[in-house]
């Protein structure tokens, strides 16, 4: 089932743009990824990556990138920005898949399945996929700063200063660290949203943003799409915490109920699954608010994209 | 005893220089690392970092630095200038004291004891230290992408592009896989010499080329320091191999013999110990030669940091 009841029709078709722009992230990835390293690291490198995954942060980079190409005070879409718009999209999604392979070892969640695959330390052993998670780190600021494209040097710099905040210790990896620390401890709402802004929401708000500044977005803009991936990023792992009790493992392609098991706290355990299911659905309704307050004339594919994080089923 | 016997006499006194730039380095590390992190995130990552280590990548950046700004072509030293390098010095220390945490953990070399103290996993448990590891990474890239800062976005984004590359799977990540690999594994000289130019080679180099690039290095100059980069990191890894078999534990802070104990190719099981030091020595000359070819006046520092390198006795 969906976490949060269909309440209207889609006004953009999500399928056939998601479909165009994945390809392209996928052949960019596959074209990428693991080339030059040693062997059984870049193996390991191309396992955790390829083949696998929503694809959802460089969608939301490459939708950011659009609409901000859409209003009258960003830059029109060129060849050299979209080389740096599809360089961010793999950027970000390799720190996801960094962060999922570290997240899976025996000394983290010690998961056995991701995407339905074994994970990386299962298939390649626990040191080559410690070392795969760091290289792939170190590869998405490679593939931020290329030496011989024209993406201007105030562009790869932000979009650094951008991807490191989200993944360091004020964003992605600070909030695994209260996750850490919070098994059986009981949180407040504000705790968890707080955990959950880093955890999940600074990599999400992180790619709008990164995206924003490939389509050279207006100040005003630029502020609507910080506050939409705010809002967006939040409800995902609202939603996140709903299907771990309402799926089951195998739509989800990862082990079901294991927040409960491990006595996590959730936003279903703090507020109970229909207040839960409520807040997503507030959450969506800001987001679409922060797209309308923009000011940028075609923000569709970002919020059918909201859409998607908040009706998913898996 | 030091890994090569003294020959000459040195032309420049470290010692002040040393201390001097060393005093900037701590200070800025104690005042940038850890802040802004989630408690326990935070001490761990200060953990790994602070009291500890010759902090040698970080000498070698400001050491180009300041032999680039010396070069009639190169910039002048300004504070804009000198905070980018100090914050480069920074930035290769990071991702030298998060490879460490990483090595250190039990599924990679099992090591207990780093600079005389227990090891981050030992100290804080293995989730603690993988997750420190990471946030330091990325806080590396961050503290090279300051937004209130003057340092050119040019400079901003080539420091990222060699960082990068020097960590990732091309430079000391792909070394560390390639050392992984190759336990009970006999190499030949070139393949040991390929595994420690990316291990450990890559970083020390990309130290010197980062602070080139601070200290605005021409063309030539440049590619003379990346020769003396790539001849001085080399001759680190022979020595570390020399002292590895020579030195005690309580010399090193870590435990000693444990290349030989694990069964890992080094230069002295390759070329036998006389010819290990031999070959330090002839990549010492080769880098004392590299920056009398740079042209640049003021190579006394960078001189004097190869000379310790090799016959460091710790």
Excluded at 32 to 50: E, I, Q, S, T
Excluded at 240 to 265: F, M, N, Y
């Amino acid at each position: 089932m969906s976490a949060v009841p269909m309440s209207q029709s889609p006004v953009f078709d999500l399928a056939p743009w998601s479909q165009n722009h994945l390809a392209r992230v996928e052949q960019a990835l596959s074209q990428w990824v693991g080339h030059g390293a040693p062997a059984g690291l870049g193996d390991a490198m191309r396992y955790a990556v390829l083949d696998g995954g929503k694809r959802l942060r460089p969608l939301l980079v490459l939708a950011a990138y659009e609409a901000a190409c859409s209003g009258g005070t960003g830059a029109q879409a060129t060849p050299v920005l979209a080389d740096a718009a599809i360089r961010a999209a793999c950027a970000v999604e390799l720190i996801h898949a960094y962060s999922l392979v570290h997240d899976d070892m025996p000394c983290m969640d010690n998961d056995v399945l991701r995407r339905g695959k074994p994970t990386v330390h299962v298939q390649f052993g626990e040191a080559p996929a410690l070392l795969a998670g760091d290289a792939l780190q170190a590869f998405a600021f490679e593939l931020l700063t290329p030496d011989d494209s024209l993406i201007p040097a105030s562009v790869q710099a932000t979009l650094c200063r951008l991807l490191a905040r989200a993944a360091g210790s004020a964003g992605m990896a600070g909030g695994q660290a209260i996750d850490l620390a919070s098994v059986g401890v009981a949180l407040t709402e504000d705790q968890l949203r707080q955990m959950h802004r880093l955890k999940t929401g600074a990599l999400l708000q992180g790619s709008v943003l990164m995206g924003a500044v490939c389509g050279h977005a207006a100040a005003t803009a630029y502020q609507a799409l910080s506050d939409y991936g705010a809002a967006m990023g939040l409800a995902f792992q609202v939603v996140d915490d709903i299907l771990d009790v309402v799926a089951d493992s195998a739509t989800l392609g990862k082990t079901a109920g294991k927040d409960a098991a491990a006595d996590k706290p959730t936003y279903v355990s703090l507020l109970g699954l229909e207040r839960a299911q409520a807040y997503a659905q507030a959450l969506l309704t800001e987001a679409h608010a922060a797209l309308v307050g923009s000011g940028l004339p075609d923000t569709r594919a970002l919020a059918a994209l909201a859409d998607m994080v908040v009706r998913r089923s898996y």
